[in-house]
């Protein structure tokens, strides 16, 4: 473990007294006299802070990779308190750009040329600056005298790797202690979302991977009036370069600009519900990471308003049963038909098959219920659906990675149109979706196209089929045989051990009865009996 590094987190936790955030009687010995020094120390502002701001704070100072990871706390309500997420909420992933020499020679040393040979233009100063990477603007070179594409170039930061791997190294530390002794620590399950975390952050360190998912979600959404994903430029795009189309689109977070355009602002809070569960039911593959900070809207027909996604490192999808699951949980859920959403959680293998249904009915009952008696316009679909994990969770729910991604988009997506359209009624545009998809799922034409798929597949293993039944046969003939003997064995194992036990009960009794016998007021008027008596329980004993 980096001792520098772990100095530097020890002065920031005294700074901001996070050792506050864990009651004593929890603190082990040793933390409490590492810890003591700080009681000596003036609190100044940070005695005036609530626990959130001074979590915060602390992140923001200990640099970008546990920014990032406050970022991912901050999608986790189900584990940490409303008050410590509303901050963690404020985290912004920007740093000072690194040098722009030490930029371009990363390109020039991956892309295999200078810079000047491979674009027409290069903006030395960045569009943008954050803690794994930073994008320059550039201008290809044209054919024909014409200008080229106007393009962005991501670089990842040198160094980035080490750095992450070393605070990895440090969070996994820091999560094992607050399992261990925290009061909530195991519930919290810390280690795991360092584990999640691990796996957001490495896959953020490949560019071709970036660039492939980014490939795969414009494929999906080709010639859609609901989302534009920018086009990759394969030949100058490499593990930590990528270059991308230049987009022009409107933040989606500047209403006064999306408003000054007449843009149709409940249709365009409609469309990203309906981005999202397309995603999710029918391409099943969805873009985890739609933060304010990588959506943008189109300047184009703002009376049909139309979205624009970046940064699309993080994607997600789940299991064909999953799916299943998911879209009957939700629409049992706001049936009220909590008996159904119970009994899907075991189907489906999320909490145990030994799950007391009716316990777990009357838990989902009691969190839901409140939540349904409000107007549906006023339902926080992802808290719902977070609310309803959490129960789960009391009855031993496995963390399911694909789930936790999904509810972090969902929260995302639902937070994204509130703020675009205080009105939006997510069911409204979810209920009907969903209805349609499970249809869909057992149409005929659905069936044909699954048949289609796997046709091939099935055809090639056609002709073994009798060679297959034959075999299956032959073995289930030797089989009978082999079940027989085996009963017959566990028959004969099963009276040798009675046999056995009423041996080493009469052998107990008769080296009772000898050592009674060979008692000093006995022995002298009959030791032989106590001899047979011995041998005869020895016998016994040690007989197979």
Not at 153 to 178: H, M, N, S, T, Y
Not at 429 to 447: C, D, Q
Request: neutral net charge.
């Amino acid at each position: 473990m980096p001792i520098a590094r772990s100095l530097t987190i020890a002065r920031v936790f005294l700074r901001y007294r996070l050792n506050e955030l864990v009651p004593a009687e929890h603190q082990p010995l040793w933390l409490r006299t590492l810890w003591a020094p700080a009681k000596l120390l003036p609190a100044g502002a940070v005695k005036d802070m609530g626990r959130g701001e001074r979590l915060r704070r602390a992140l923001e100072d200990l640099g970008p990779i546990f920014v990032k990871f406050g970022q991912l706390l901050s999608t986790r309500p189900d584990l940490l308190p409303p008050d410590m997420v509303q901050e963690l909420n404020e985290l912004q992933d920007n740093v000072p750009p690194y040098p722009a020499d030490q930029c371009i020679a990363r390109i020039e040393a991956a892309l295999g040329a200078p810079v000047d040979e491979l674009f027409a233009e290069f903006e030395r100063e960045p569009l943008a600056s954050a803690s794994v990477a930073q994008v320059h603007g550039a201008r290809l070179k044209g054919d024909n005298g014409e200008p080229g594409a106007s393009v962005v170039v991501k670089v990842l930061r040198p160094g980035i790797d080490k750095i992450i791997q070393q605070d990895l190294e440090l969070l996994g530390f820091i999560a094992r202690w607050i399992q261990r002794y925290l009061p909530d620590g195991r519930r919290m399950r810390p280690v795991e979302v360092v584990e999640d975390y691990r796996h957001t952050i490495e896959g953020e360190l490949d560019l071709v991977r970036e660039a492939s998912n980014g490939s795969e979600l414009k494929r999906n959404f080709a010639n859609s009036p609901l989302l534009y994903i920018p086009e990759v430029f394969w030949d100058y795009t490499r593990e930590n370069v990528l270059v991308l189309e230049r987009i022009d689109g409107i933040p989606v977070t500047d209403l006064a600009q999306l408003r000054a355009q007449n843009t149709d602002m409940a249709l365009l809070a409609e469309r990203g519900v309906e981005i999202f569960f397309k995603q999710v039911f029918e391409h099943n593959f969805f873009h985890a990471d739609m933060h304010p900070g990588n959506i943008f809207v189109s300047r184009e027909h703002p009376e049909r308003p139309k979205y624009i996604a970046i940064d699309t490192a993080i994607v997600g999808s789940l299991t064909r049963e999953d799916q299943y699951y998911l879209a009957r949980n939700l629409l049992a859920m706001f049936r009220r038909d909590y008996r159904m959403v119970a009994e899907l959680h075991v189907q489906s293998g999320w909490v145990r098959k030994d799950t007391p249904i009716n316990a777990f009915e009357s838990s989902i009952r009691a969190v839901c219920e409140p939540i349904f008696e409000k107007p549906l316009g006023e339902i926080s679909f992802a808290r719902v659906l977070i609310s309803l994990f959490q129960t789960a969770r009391r009855f031993d729910m496995e963390v399911q990675p694909q789930l936790v991604l999904l509810q972090k988009t969902l929260l995302n997506i639902e937070g994204l149109g509130r703020q675009l359209y205080p009105q939006l009624d997510l069911w409204k545009t979810a209920h009907p979706f969903l209805e349609r998809w499970m249809r869909e799922r057992v149409h005929p034409k659905t069936i044909v196209g699954e048949i289609r798929r796997y046709g091939p597949e099935w055809l090639e293993k056609f002709p073994q089929l009798p060679q297959m039944a034959f075999a299956a046969l032959e073995q289930g003939q030797e089989l009978g045989p082999r079940l027989q003997q085996l009963s017959e064995q566990l028959a004969g194992s099963r009276q040798r051990g009675r046999t056995r036990y009423a041996r080493m009960i009469v052998g107990g009794l008769l080296a009772a009865g000898a050592a009674l016998v060979a008692s000093p007021g006995l022995l002298a008027q009959i030791p032989a009996v106590s001899w047979v008596m011995g041998a005869a329980a020895l016998a016994l004993l040690l007989w197979p």
